[in-house]
């Protein structure tokens, strides 16, 4: 028998129950009901007619029409409502006691002997009424007990049915349900030799065979499949040991579960030693590791000795979450979660390799150029010496022409080599303490004559009052004169340049050159001190390698200071850059 008609059975079976217990109350209540009535009908009515006959009898004096009358009324009642064994003698022996009484009444002794006679029968008749009363309600009660005992036995009967019914069919359904439970329990805990046996044969047992069924491929599967994952983790593992970077893979609580042989050595520990502890124990232990687990932000590239070489490591985390499951009506509520993850040393060492080899490129180029450009210069003063001749108007012109040229191309050697000065390590300082006025004057007497060119008002604010930086004088020179050129190159005739010098902190001054040319859009505000960056669509007539504001960043930082740029479109741009205040 299937689910279905089990419930309908249990169901109809409760309502058997209470339609049983409803038939019988309305039998015995109709039972009493009817008795009841009975006496009322059959007993009750001979009461009162016999109360009226004795009622006209017990009158004095002589009986008139109107008691006559009443009394063969009420006697011929009591006839028609004869029920009682012995009561139709005891009516008919009163009717015929009326009769003779009622003839003669002229004779009062017959008269009065007659009355006694009729007293008697009605007593009579009263005495089995009142006896069939008694017996009635006696039969009456005992219908009532009985009903009471049947009633009450049947209806604890089927309390006690429908009460084992109500535990027993709940399990009946129930238990099913938890076995198939804790069956899909073992599943996920890839316990694939579960199995389900029931043995009813209902939708119970169709269900456990398509869970056996499923169990079954599961476990196939989970043995075909682990073949292919030893494979696959085989060859993931081979790669990682022959990769020259350093890989440290985590668990998701943090616990060591892997190292290659790279980074084994440039942590210098024993790989067995090291896996299987938790990330803060091998920190403790070890300074490298410390670092690479704790500095998550401005992470500089690591100098690190492999196989007694000097090589450069950058670090790059990458974390591992399951991916998200979907299913046919859609994603369900289980989400990604991370299970894990690794740290990556990358090895840059050739990265680094080929910008020393571009640095020094670069500066032997530049220091190769700058005596040819140098000497070029010195033939082209020569040239405008009239003491070697007289030269035309179009020669003057063409030497001015080179002359730019050659001034501009000193310009970029002298950057590059100061570019190749930062890189590698080599640029030198010499520090001491300046007062802001002394370097502000020094920067507007070198800028001033271009600045005149463009009728360009240089508005200085700088007072005395404030302290003495400490700073390299020459660099810090550089550049400033570096923002008023560019400051001068991208504003408009006869406009107003701002060099404002101003006490930041306690600690710092800033100095800021603020133009009121068309700005630098906000997207490119963090590129601008990048090497040969420069801002798309601006003026083509405007010279420049891109590297003057990457070099002033070099050197303001090299003091211990920092720079940074405000612009707004169509107001200008301000640069400026803080220097320490000297403490000497």
């Known amino acids: 028998m299937n689910i279905k008609n089990n419930l309908r059975a249990g169901i109809g079976f409760l309502f058997m129950v209470s339609l049983l217990i409803s038939g019988l109350a309305a039998y015995y209540i109709y039972r009493l009901s009817d008795d009841a009535k009975?006496?009322?009908?059959?007993?009750?009515?001979?009461?009162?007619?016999?109360?009226?006959?004795?009622?006209?009898?017990?009158?004095?004096?002589?009986?008139?029409?109107?008691?006559?009358?009443?009394?063969?009324?009420?006697?011929?009642?009591?006839?028609?409502?004869?029920?009682?064994?012995?009561?139709?003698?005891?009516?008919?022996?009163?009717?015929?006691?009326?009769?003779?009484?009622?003839?003669?009444?002229?004779?009062?002794?017959?008269?009065?002997?007659?009355?006694?006679?009729?007293?008697?029968?009605?007593?009579?008749?009263?005495?089995?009424?009142?006896?069939?009363?008694?017996?009635?309600?006696?039969?009456?009660?005992?219908?009532?007990?009985?009903?009471?005992?049947?009633?009450?036995?049947?209806?604890?009967?089927?309390?006690?049915?429908?009460?084992?019914?109500s535990i027993?069919?709940?399990?009946?359904?129930?238990?099913?349900?938890?076995?198939?439970?804790?069956?899909?329990?073992?599943?996920?805990?890839?316990?694939y030799n579960k199995r389900l046996l029931f043995t009813s044969k209902n939708e119970f047992s169709g269900l456990a065979e398509a869970f056996n069924q499923m169990a079954a491929k599961l476990f196939v599967y989970e043995n075909s499949s682990q073949a292919k994952i030893k494979q696959e983790k085989l060859r993931v593992e081979t790669i990682v040991k022959n990769v020259t970077d350093g890989i440290i893979g985590f668990d998701e609580n943090a616990m060591i579960i892997s190292i290659n042989p790279v980074a084994v050595k440039l942590l210098g520990i024993d790989e067995k030693e090291f896996i299987g502890r938790s990330s803060k124990q091998a920190a403790a232990d070890n300074d490298l590791f410390d670092k690479l687990i704790n500095e998550t932000e401005h992470f500089n590239d690591l100098k690190l000795y492999l196989d007694r070489k000097e090589c450069y490591f950058t670090k790059e985390l990458f974390e591992?979450?399951?991916?998200?499951?979907?299913?046919?009506?859609?994603?369900?509520?289980?989400?990604?979660?991370?299970?894990?993850?690794?740290?990556?040393?990358?090895?840059?060492?050739?990265?680094?390799?080929?910008?020393?080899?571009?640095?020094?490129?670069?500066?032997?180029?530049s220091h190769e150029l700058k005596t040819p450009i140098s000497s070029l210069k010195m033939s082209l003063k020569l040239m405008e010496d009239k003491r070697y001749g007289t030269i035309t108007n179009f020669q003057k012109e063409l030497i001015n022409n080179i002359n730019d040229d050659s001034d501009r191309l000193l310009k970029i050697t002298s950057e590059l080599l100061d570019m190749g000065q930062v890189e590698t390590g080599q640029l030198l300082l010499n520090f001491g303490s300046s007062h802001p006025q002394n370097i502000i004057k020094y920067?507007?007497?070198?800028?001033?004559?271009?600045?005149?060119?463009?009728?360009?008002?240089?508005?200085?604010?700088?007072?005395?009052?404030?302290?003495?930086?400490?700073?390299?004088?020459?660099?810090?020179?550089?550049?400033?004169?570096?923002?008023?050129?560019?400051?001068?190159k991208y504003s408009p005739m006869e406009s107003v340049i701002d060099i404002t010098v101003k006490k930041f902190s306690s600690t710092?001054?800033?100095?800021?050159?603020?133009?009121?040319?068309?700005?630098?859009?906000?997207?490119?505000?963090?590129?601008?001190?990048?090497?040969?960056?420069k801002v798309p669509g601006s003026d083509f007539a405007v010279s420049g390698?891109?590297?003057?504001?990457?070099?002033?960043?070099?050197?303001?930082?090299?003091?211990?200071?920092?720079?940074?740029?405000?612009?707004?479109i169509g107001e200008g741009s301000r640069f400026f850059f803080l220097l320490p205040v000297s403490l000497i």
């Open 38 to 165: 009975a006496i009322l009908r059959d007993n009750y009515s001979s009461l009162i007619f016999t109360k009226n006959i004795n009622q006209a009898l017990d009158l004095p004096g002589i009986p008139n029409n109107n008691q006559l009358e009443t009394i063969e009324l009420n006697i011929k009642n009591e006839e028609n409502t004869i029920t009682e064994p012995g009561e139709k003698a005891l009516a008919d022996t009163l009717y015929a006691d009326f009769r003779r009484f009622s003839k003669s009444l002229n004779q009062p002794g017959l008269a009065a002997e007659l009355r006694s006679k009729m007293k008697k029968s009605s007593y009579g008749i009263m005495q089995v009424n009142m006896r069939a009363i008694e017996h009635k309600d006696e039969k009456a009660n005992n219908t009532a007990n009985t009903a009471i005992f049947i009633f009450v036995f049947i209806t604890s009967l089927c309390f006690l049915i429908v009460f084992i019914f």
């Open 320 to 365: 591992i979450y399951t991916p998200d499951e979907e299913y046919p009506f859609g994603k369900s509520e289980i989400v990604s979660k991370r299970i894990g993850y690794f740290i990556l040393l990358k090895n840059i060492t050739r990265f680094y390799k080929l910008d020393e080899a571009k640095t020094n490129f670069i500066a032997t180029v």
């Open 443 to 488: 920067t507007c007497e070198t800028i001033r004559f271009i600045a005149e060119q463009k009728e360009i008002t240089l508005n200085i604010k700088c007072p005395k009052s404030l302290p003495e930086v400490w700073a390299d004088l020459d660099k810090t020179t550089w550049v400033l004169i570096n923002f008023l050129s560019n400051a001068i």
């Open 508 to 533: 710092r001054i800033e100095f800021s050159v603020k133009d009121y040319g068309k700005g630098i859009d906000e997207i490119y505000l963090p590129r601008v001190f990048e090497r040969y960056f």
């Open 168 to 191: 027993v069919f709940p399990d009946f359904i129930t238990k099913p349900i938890k076995e198939l439970t804790e069956g899909i329990k073992e599943i996920a805990n890839k316990n």
């Open 545 to 568: 390698t891109g590297l003057g504001l990457a070099i002033a960043k070099d050197f303001i930082e090299a003091q211990g200071g920092e720079i940074g740029v405000e612009s707004t």
